[in-house]
């Protein structure tokens, strides 16, 4: 198992496949959002041409209305990595979504289920009110967290208060499970910050060119998780008449910019995770620099 793990827009989709059809390799995705059917557009999934070319699996295949989360991603994945090795290739993690590279990595701490009253209670809350009560309960980890994502503020108080200590505490601890690799070995890749967010913004034009707003329209309503996906509430207000295309356009390129950022700040604490700067070498010399790291950690 190797992994190549990287911001979005980054370019890891076209260099994932070279590098698959160099070693051999099969890709499994660690995209929290790439993983649904039907929002390929929305999400930069990689596209039918690119996905004939090497065997791509959780990418496309969850329904947009069910459930996903980081438990099931591991067990999933898993059990492609055995299927994948068992037929002697290797398997080549490729995504964003540093909690699910984490899960597979290290394991997944043992925390607390979901508790029906608290949630209810919880739902009640306005945005400010979840922000103000999980700053109290968790100041470390309310620096951490995407403070405008009800969601997930929902899920950290939850754990929070069931749990009896922080939810970035146990967050930190990873020792539910045996990790998958040990240690676990790749490249996480980067741009000057001036090329990604060049990259991000021709992205979302290229999204909007290509019929987003229709793939939205079409996908229907989605579940909690796929609809925290960026752009799928932007473009919904759009098709509700609440914002501007402009307006909506602009507010998923400020999102994804800061998404990048936040991804970056997972995906280098990883300290066995090479570092590689895409901006200053060419295609072949990022490829070949990516074989070389998978030789020496014996992964090729």
Known sequence: MFFLLGPTAVGKSEIAV?????????IVGADAFQVYAGVELLTAAPDAETRAKVPHHLVGEIGIGEHFDAARYREMALA??????????????????????????????????SDETVREQL?????????????????????????????????AIEVSLLAGKPFSSLRADWSGEPRAVSPAAGVVLDRDRDDLYARIDARVTRMFEH???????RAGEAGPTAAQAIGYGEIRAHLAGTVTLEQCMSAIARRTRRYAKRQLT????????????????????????????MVEAGRV
């Open 211 to 217: 019929g987003a707003i229709e793939e939205v329209a």
């Open 80 to 113: 492609r990595i055995r299927e994948i090795e068992d037929r002697g290739r290797r398997a080549l993690i490729v995504g964003g979504t540093g909690l699910y590279a984490r899960a597979l990595m290290h394991g997944l701490s043992d925390m607390p289920g």
């Open 266 to 293: 997972w995906l280098r604490r990883e300290n066995t995770l090479t570092s590689i700067n895409l901006t200053h070498q060419s295609h072949s010399e990022v490829i070949n620099a990516i074989e070389q790291r």
């Open 18 to 26: 070279d590098v698959a059809l160099r070693t051999g390799a099969a």
């Open 123 to 155: 739902a009640e809350m306005t945005l400010a009110e979840l922000q103000e009560k999980y700053a109290a309960l968790d100041p470390a980890g309310m620096e951490r967290i995407d403070r405008h994502n009800r969601r997930r503020l929902v899920r």
